[in-house]
């Protein structure tokens, strides 16, 4: 159980500075580019814990499943992670990563619209605590020159919600970190294609002309230098790499509530990490909003945890009464 508290705190830290490293790194690179090579080198970290857990779990892997990483490679890299980055470069790196991490919002609607999980009062009141810090953060009237951050890191907290909730369908026949590490490697297949036909004259011209040059020519290895390869190791090995194996180490020693206290956290160290690193200010409005959302957070995870321990209970006792008449009919079967 120390330990599993030890994978939380080195999985907290690492997403913490997420947001910082990447904007950091944006600088050096485009940011298709990163979101490629950040991801490429996270899912090859993975690999061996993809392969221990498979084994473990005799995993056979059907035709259909290549459709399904696929499409939560698409999800989740293509999709979310490109929004997240774009969000990142628009806005300050502490607005992104306090939107990002309301995604567990995002998830349990999605869980009770496409999985038809039931939704509790307190989690009700979760969602309207947590978008009214997200509001406060936002502040939606006087929305200026951060509005177009804003939006995209709202949409990569959605679509990675959207992805966490196809991705429990088949999770616990993969694993959380098999699942992962290949939605990364597929995810990042794509993105090659993507890329190759950015290089296309006609495509690259006309994303150029749309006012969208980080989609013409995407470079793949161009950038990464003796300046820029420190920060590239980092997002890539640590952030991305190392902080989902510590993550789901966690939840192998802990729970998953438990290990989701990383995502109640992040919102709280991001932002402080931001002032002493980036200079970013933690305005009034921000400390209320980020307040705010962690109230909405332990909302929904303290009875979260009762009714966890409540349904163990519940099917310890099941076990308990299913092995007593097991062993009464063994009894009366006896001459």
């Known amino acids: ?13 690492f997403f ?21 090579l950040r991801f490429f ?32 490679g698409f999800i989740c890299v293509v999709v979310s992670m490109i929004l997240f980055q774009l969000g990142i470069v628009y806005s300050l790196a502490s607005v992104a990563a306090v939107l990002f991490s309301c995604n567990s919002v995002f998830v ?11 939704i509790y009062k307190h989690t009700v009141l979760s969602i309207v605590v947590s978008i009214a810090g997200m509001m406060v953060i936002i502040d939606p009237l006087h929305m200026k020159g951060s509005a177009l951050g804003v939006i995209l890191s709202l949409g990569a907290a959605i679509t990675f ?7 429990r369908t088949r999770s616990d026949r993969f694993g959380g970190i098999t699942l992962t590490c290949i939605s990364f490697l597929f995810g990042c297949a794509e993105m090659l294609l993507l890329i190759a036909v950015s290089h296309i004259p006609a495509v690259a011209l006309w994303c150029r002309g749309a006012g969208l040059p980080m ?6 290895l161009a950038g990464i230098g003796r300046g820029s390869l420190p920060g590239l190791i980092y997002v890539g090995i640590f952030v991305t790499g190392l902080g989902y194996t ?23 160290l991001a932002p402080v990490f931001s002032l002493f690193i980036l200079g970013e200010a933690i305005t009034g409005r921000m400390a209320a909003g980020i307040a705010l959302i962690i109230v909405g957070s332990l909302i929904a995870f303290i009875p979260g945890i009762r009714l966890k321990k409540g349904n163990d209970l519940k099917e310890d006792l099941r076990e ?7 062993e009464t009919d063994e009894t009366t079967m006896k001459p």
């Open 1 to 13: 159980m120390k330990k599993g508290y030890l994978y939380i705190v080195l999985a907290t830290f």
């Open 108 to 118: 349990v609607l999605f869980a009770f619209l496409l999985l038809s999980e039931h």
């Open 161 to 167: 919600a959207l992805y966490n909730v196809v991705g």
């Open 41 to 72: 080198i996270g899912g090859a970290v993975l690999i061996p814990l993809a392969l221990r857990e498979t084994k473990q779990k005799k995993t056979v892997f059907r035709p259909g499943d290549f459709a399904f990483f696929v499409l939560t």
């Open 320 to 326: 308990i009464e299913t092995e007593f008449e097991a």
């Open 246 to 268: 510590f993550y789901f180490l966690a939840m192998e020693n802990t729970s998953a509530a438990t290990a989701s206290l990383v995502f109640y956290i992040k919102p709280v």
């Open 16 to 36: 913490s500075t997420m947001e910082i490293a990447l904007k950091l790194s944006a600088g050096s690179f485009n940011a298709i580019q990163l979101t490629f």
């Open 215 to 220: 989609f013409s020519a995407v470079p793949i």
